[in-house]
C-alpha cells in the first residue's frame, strides 16, 4: 500500500512552551490503514493530529524541524482550507463541532463552503442521513440529541466531503457502552465502505480492538514509543507503564499468573488457548461492605423540563454513609438530570431527607454545602482564566484565609496531577485537563456527598487511578461517592452498589456483580458484559466468581 502520511524526523515546539511537544518522529501510514493512536494525557498525540490536520501552524503556531508529507505533499505548504479537502476531524467535544441549527444544516456546511450545487447538497445530506441513521433526525438541533446520536451527526458532516483521512479525536468519551460499541462497528464499517485511511486516538484501548485495527502508534513525551501490531503491543509492559489501562480479560490472565508474552492473537479472546488455565472458585470470597445507616432519602422525586414529557418517575432511592454508588444506564436515561435535581440545580417535584431532616426546601448554596458535584461537560463549569483561581474559588467565596486557600489548593492540584499546571492559563489545557481542574474545584470544598459525572472520561490510566484513588480515601474518611458513568471497569472497580437508569426510572439498585451478570437488564439499559464475563465462558467458569476474584487480587494489591 501507498504511504499516505510520513514524519521524517518531525519535531514541533508551541510558542508558549521551552520544550518541543513532538520530539524526532518518524511515522508512515499507508493508505487505508486503520490506526490506533495512544498515549497517556499530555503525551502529544493530540499535537499529532492536530498537525496532521492542519490546526497546526495555521491555528497554534511555532517552529518545528523535519518534515510532515501528506499523500506526497509538504503539509506545511497547504493552507487549512486545503488540508480540510484531505483529513475530516471527529471532535471529542461533539457540541463544539455543531455548526447549524438543525441536523441537516450541520450536514450541508461544509457541501456549502465547497460551493455545491443545492439539487446536489440535498442529494448527498440524503444520502449520508440513511448510512448513519439520521434521516428521522434532520430537523431536529443537534444540541437536543443523545450522545450517541451526536456522535453519528459529527461523523455526518465530515464523511459528507468524502476526505481520503478520517480522524477521530476521542470519539468513545461521552458515550454509554453499548453506543461505544455501535460508533466502532460504525467506524469500522465506514473504514471499508470508503476505503479512507482512518486515525482513532482513543484511551478506552479494549473499547476500541472490540474491532480490528491494522496497528497501534504509542507515544509518550512526545516521542514514538511504539508501531506495531496489536497483540505485540498487548504482550508487552509497554501499556501499563506508559498509563494506558489494558484490556480488562489480559489483566485477569495475568493475575491467573498466565505468562502472556507467550500467546498469540491476544486481541482475539476466543481464539486464545486457555486450557493450562486453573481456576478455583473458592479463591474468590466476597466480602460485604456495613453500611453506615441512611443519609440521604429521596422520596417520589419527578421532574420534567416542559409539560409534555417526564424526565425522571416517581424516583425512591436513599444514599448511606461511606457508600461508593454508581449510576449507570444509556445516554438520555435522566442520570444527570438526576444529579441536578439532588444538588438543586433544577427544582423537582420531591421530598428529601438528610439524616432525616427535610431539606426539601434547600437554596442550592445551602445543598451545596452537603452535597457536590461535579458537572461532565468542563466548559460549563469554567469561569475564571487561571487554574489556581479556578479551583480557589469556592473557598474564596467561603471567605477562607488565603494562606489556606493555597495549601487545600495545592494539596488538591497534586492528587488530580495539575500541580504542575497551578500557573497555566486553562485555555491552554487539553479537554481532560479541563475535566481534572472542575474536579479539582469540587474535591478542595470537601462536601459529604460528592457526585461525579463521567470522572474519568478522556482521563489516561495514571490520571484515572490517581483520581479514582483519592475518591477512595475520601470515602474511606466517610464521604458518599456518586458516580455517573458509562465505564463498566470503573463501576466494577469503585463501587459497591449500582443504580441502573432507563428512562427516567430507576430499574435496578444491586452490586456491580449482579447488574453485570443480568444480560436483560443490560440490554435494557444500554450496558454490557464486561470481557471478565467472556473469559469466564471460554474458561468454562462461573463469571461471577472470576470477577470477585479480579476484585480481591485488585484491592489486594492495592493494600486495601
Known sequence: MKQLIRFENFSFKYDAQTEPTLKDVNLSIKKGEKVLIAGPSGSGKSTLAQVINGIIPN????????????DGQDAFDLSIYDKSHIVSTVLQDTDGQFIGLSVAEDLAFALEND???QESMVKMINTWADRLELADLLHHRPQDLSGGQKQRVSLAGVLIDESPILLFDEPLANLDPKSSQDTIDLIDRLHHETDATTLIIEHRLEDVLYRPVDKIILINEGRILFDGQPDELLASSLLSENGIREPLYITVLRQLGLDIANLDKLTDLSSLNLSQLKFDASQASIVDRESQGPLLEVKNLSFCYDSTKLILRNINVNFSKGERIAIVGKNGAGKSTLAKALTKFVDADAQLFWEGQDISGDSIKE???????VLQNPNQMISQTMIFDEVAQGLRLRDVAEKEIQERVFETLKTCGLYEFRNWPISA??????????????????????ILDEPTAGQDMKNYTEIM??????????????????????????????LVVVDGTIIADDSP?????????LDRANLKETSIFTLAQAMKVDAAALTQFYRQTKEDAHGK
Open 513 to 521: 456483580m449482579a447488574v453485570l451478570s443480568d444480560r436483560g437488564l
Open 469 to 498: 484513588n483519592f475518591l477512595d480515601e475520601l470515602n474511606r474518611a466517610g464521604h458518599t461517592i456518586v458516580m455517573i458513568t458509562h465505564d463498566m471497569q470503573l463501576m466494577l472497580d469503585y463501587s459497591d452498589r449500582c
Open 115 to 117: 460551493c455545491e450545487p
Open 367 to 373: 445543598r451545596a454545602n452537603r452535597i457536590g458535584y
Open 429 to 450: 489545557l487539553s479537554y481532560g485537563q479541563k475535566k481534572r481542574v472542575t474536579i479539582a474545584a469540587i474535591l478542595v470544598l470537601n462536601p459529604e456527598i460528592i
Open 59 to 70: 491555528t497554534f503556531k511555532g517552529p518545528h524541524s523535519g518534515r510532515l508529507l501528506i
